[in-house]
């Protein structure tokens, strides 16, 4: 059974009733109603739906509230309700679908746009948080709605729409509704005053404010100025044309309130506090913090601008204007996607493609892009990093998008009020998926560049969710544009798309003849032509080579071009091997700059790198830095130096990088590392991370204690300090996994306390980790291997007891919510009632941290329910102040008669 209100007059509801098929009150209405109701009723079938059409008496929110309090009673079978009548559509600027007269309106949710505080000056403040909004539309309506919204339902409902609109008007009579003409469809610009305009009509008018006969007349009898009108082009251009335009569909926000809204400034103030919800309204603010990430568009601004007069063919080609025009959609799906050769240049112009669709050919559009980075952190380098970044670029700039992604992100504030919570791939796909089957405002484009960093296993599946995202749109006729680049390899492919190949384009070519006119210095025609020949698209190798001839015409060397040109070899690892080979006098500083770069936990600052070659390669004591003596240029020079130009400072100087993502193929994947020491033949990996594991412990062994508790001080004293004091265990942990043994490592700090201090002083000092020792720096990091070969060292004590925030190790393991570590220190002997620590206990500890089956693995250790102490008194409290229901009802269920507790003297536990 459905409910209908409808709050206006009595001629405006003969429409709705106009709609019934047949009246149940003809028939002495078999449902009758409760004898406490005090409403009024019509009641009746429309198609197979039983109605009930619930007659107000009156405007406002209070008449609403009575009629709905008192419906139930006599209804309780209502499953829907429907509130109809006469709206007002806001007008909102030319990006979005012009509202006429006639055209019906569907909310997808309510604002109550006069609920809040009203301050001196007319400052009016809608109260706006979560408890004061109205709830959003049930997950059934909500599902229904997007569904109504997807083109081929949203075209059908328009086309029974029209049907069913000739339908009804011969029901209405002759003194039924008919269209009024477009004298009375006129929207003028909002700061334009409805008041007396002639000179000398009305002195109130005149002195600013509004009389109350202008109120009630006409705009012709106010003189109102026609060119003040906005301009919509769907109404007949005849004037006071009496034939309606087609009526249209729109889905939005519907705003609510016991005031009718007549001011054009107030209506549009009131619009503008309401859009643009993602930067004003607090969980707008925060759903947008809870997508970003740190380096988020990094990648995109580290990458070259085009160079002067380049890139601009391909505007020109047949491909981008077939996808730019939605030309031939069935057979390419809005899919356009370049590849070429590494080094080729595809980023580049992926980036000068998204430069011009901002300001150009896709200006007003909605443009998100994504640049996988191999070389940077996980989310910028994983599917999960680009989801976040495109829902996040999405819901900045549309507004809908981002109300319905509100609706996901306060239902996940409530399941976990902690905050301990991620977003997964798996919904934002599904988001994403959602989006594209429905009717944007704006037209969508999504760009990603260099697919094949996201690694091999995940490349095939990004593929495939973008080309299902395709589909999707074009099933749904939504204005949806993908543009994608890789490599050639590894090979995946879509079966619907545009294909453009970089190196294969003449126009390209010409770029790079372009490049080298511009940048080589003493160039002849027979230089230029050869290296033409020998680059074979690839632009990055012209980008090094003209820098090697630039160097040798420095030096006076004209024949030297020549010679060097002829000895180039034009594969780019090839180049790549040819600058190693380039003055081996400093060979060891070159391979441990390579393996810096190559093998650091994060991305490595200038500084820090400076300091590692000099404490890795020399050895000396280090003194305090002194910018004086050792300033940026310094710096920059010594890497470049070091690293035979292949690595460079990223956009701002502050950490460094190879100069191109194939520089880490040539060297790992190819093998090349390992040609350059013998050292490194058997086992590059883990001998590598082996060696930095020895420049962090010996740039950390070189301070002295106590420390300077100053962070900053610290800091610009000794710039390597805080990277070796927080990843020297990462590399010790890698070493080991990668078969290098660290035995002699930690055998050494428990023959020499001074060094555990020393390494877990520092440690303290640079992250949030209060550790007592080493061990528990292990446990916290989830070192698993470390922790295997610590416990075979003399002098090893898995229960060693330290002040502090964590107490032992077993406590800093689950702080890190290493379930497998938890099990391994147990099995090592732990004692799993052992007290210290903030939280008393480790099962308090595992309480708090909301980790239930580490709860369970503590349970089964004889862990003591009842034992007290701690931050929170014992287990239980700990899961109440966290709201842990599940841990509190595990708890619950322990009975000490059922089991002997394991490897404990006391209390009770619970086999499960």
Request: net charge positive; charged share 25%.
């Amino acid at each position: 059974m459905i409910l209908i209100f409808h709050h206006q007059a009595r001629r405006k509801a003969n429409a709705v009733e106009a709609a019934f098929d047949k009246y149940w009150d003809d028939d002495g209405d078999k449902y009758g109603k409760f004898t406490t109701d005090v409403n009024e009723y019509t009641t009746g079938l429309i198609s197979n739906h039983n109605v009930v059409l619930a007659h107000m008496p009156g405007m406002g929110k209070k008449n609403a509230a009575n009629v709905a309090a008192n419906f139930r009673s006599s209804f309780p079978g209502i499953k829907l309700a429907l509130l109809v009548g006469i709206c007002g559509g806001v007008p909102d600027g030319q990006d979005r679908a012009e509202i006429v007269l006639g055209d019906v309106i569907i909310s997808d949710g309510v604002v109550e746009f006069d609920f809040g505080r009203r301050f001196p000056g007319s400052h009016f403040i809608r109260k706006d948080t979560s408890t004061d909004n109205l709830s959003p539309p049930r997950a059934e309506i909500r599902a229904m709605l997007a569904k109504l919204q997807s083109q081929r339902n949203k075209k059908r409902l328009h086309d029974k729409l029209a049907v069913n609109i000739d339908a009804l008007c011969p029901k209405l009579g002759t003194g039924g509704i008919k269209y009024p003409g477009t004298g009375l469809d006129q929207l003028y610009q909002p700061a334009y005053r409805h008041q007396h305009h002639k000179t000398g009509d009305c002195e109130i008018c005149e002195g600013g404010s509004i009389c109350s006969a202008a109120q009630k007349a006409s705009c012709k009898q106010l003189g109102c100025d026609p060119t003040r009108l906005v301009a919509r082009k769907r109404l007949p251009v005849a004037k006071n044309a009496t034939r309606a335009p087609p009526p249209e569909i729109h889905f939005g926000r519907i705003a609510t309130g016991d005031t009718v809204m007549k001011s054009g400034p107030a209506r549009s103030l009131d619009r503008g506090r309401q859009a643009g919800k993602l930067r004003n309204d607090k969980h707008g603010k925060n759903c947008g913090r809870s997508l970003s990430f740190r380096n988020i568009d990094a990648r995109h601004q580290d990458i070259s601008v085009a160079h002067r007069s380049t890139c601009k063919w391909f505007l020109e080609t047949k491909a981008f204007q077939q996808w730019r025009d939605h030309d031939d959609l069935p057979t390419n799906n809005g899919v356009l996607w370049i590849k070429g050769k590494p080094g080729a240049g595809k980023s580049t112009l992926m980036k000068y493609t998204l430069k011009q669709a901002r300001q150009a050919f896709f200006k007003g559009h909605v443009t998100a892009a994504y640049f996988f980075n191999a070389r940077g952190t996980d989310l910028e380098k994983t599917p999960l990093g680009m989801l976040r970044s495109l829902v996040y670029q999405l819901i900045d700039q549309d507004d809908d998008s981002c109300n319905r992604l509100l609706v996901l992100f306060r239902d996940k504030l409530k399941k976990h009020p902690q905050g301990q919570w991620d977003w997964r791939r798996g919904e934002l796909e599904e988001y994403l998926l959602l989006e594209a089957s429905r009717t944007h405002k704006k037209p969508i484009m999504f760009l990603i560049d260099a697919l094949d960093e996201c690694g091999e296993k995940e490349v095939q599946k990004v593929v495939s969710f973008l080309e299902a995202l395709s589909i999707e749109a074009v099933q749904a006729s939504a204005d949806l544009r993908i543009c994608l680049s890789s490599r050639h390899y590894p090979t995946v492919s879509m079966r619907k798309s545009l294909e453009l190949i970089v190196e294969q384009m003449q126009e390209h070519e010409e770029d790079i003849q372009t490049y080298i006119r511009d940048r080589l210095i003493g160039r002849t025609q027979e230089i230029e032509d050869q290296l033409l020949n020998k680059a074979s698209g690839i632009f990055m190798w012209v980008v090094l080579v003209v820098a090697m001839l630039n160097q040798a015409f420095s030096h006076g060397k004209l024949e030297a071009m020549q010679t060097l040109l002829k000895e180039l070899p034009p594969d780019l690892e090839q180049v790549f091997q040819t600058l190693l080979n380039r003055d081996m006098a400093n060979k060891d500083e070159t391979i441990l700059t390579l393996q810096w770069i190559l093998f650091c936990k994060r991305q490595i600052q200038p500084v820090e790198l400076f300091s590692a070659i000099l404490v890795g390669t020399t050895r000396q004591h280090l003194d305090p830095w002194d910018t004086s003596k050792i300033n940026s240029d310094t710096v920059s020079r010594r890497i470049i130096h070091s690293s035979k130009g292949l690595v460079e400072q990223r956009q701002g100087g502050t950490t460094l990088q190879f100069i191109h993502l194939s520089i880490n193929d040539f060297l790992l994947r190819n093998q090349r590392l390992r040609t350059l020491d013998p050292k490194l033949r058997d086992n590059p990996v883990g001998t590598s991370h082996d060696y930095l594991r020895r420049c962090c412990f010996a740039y950390v062994m070189s301070m002295k204690l106590p420390i300077q508790k100053d962070y900053h001080v610290v800091r610009r004293s000794y710039p390597f300090l805080p990277y070796a004091a927080k990843y020297i265990f990462y590399h010790a942990e890698t070493a080991q996994a990668s078969g290098v043994s660290q035995r002699k490592f930690l055998q050494a700090l428990l023959k020499q306390p001074e060094m555990d201090r020393i390494l877990t002083a520092f440690y303290r000092l640079f992250t949030d980790h209060r550790c007592g020792d080493v061990l528990q720096i292990l446990s916290l990091d989830g070192s698993i291997d470390l922790v295997r070969v610590f416990s075979s060292c003399k002098g090893f004590d898995v229960n060693s007891q330290h002040d502090g925030y964590y107490g032992n190790a077993l406590q800093a393991a689950i702080a890190g919510g290493h379930t497998k570590m938890v099990q391994l220190l147990l099995d090592l002997g732990a004692d799993v009632n052992a007290k210290g620590g903030k939280y008393g206990f480790a099962l308090q500890a595992a309480a708090w941290h909301g980790k239930k089956e580490i709860v369970r693995i503590l349970l089964r250790h004889g862990a003591n329910v009842h034992a007290q102490g701690g931050r929170y008194g014992n287990a239980r409290r700990a899961a109440e102040k966290v709201g842990s229901t599940s841990i509190m009802k595990l708890l619950d269920t322990v009975d000490d008669a059922k089991v002997k507790p394991k490897n404990a003297k006391s209390s009770s536990c619970v086999i499960l």
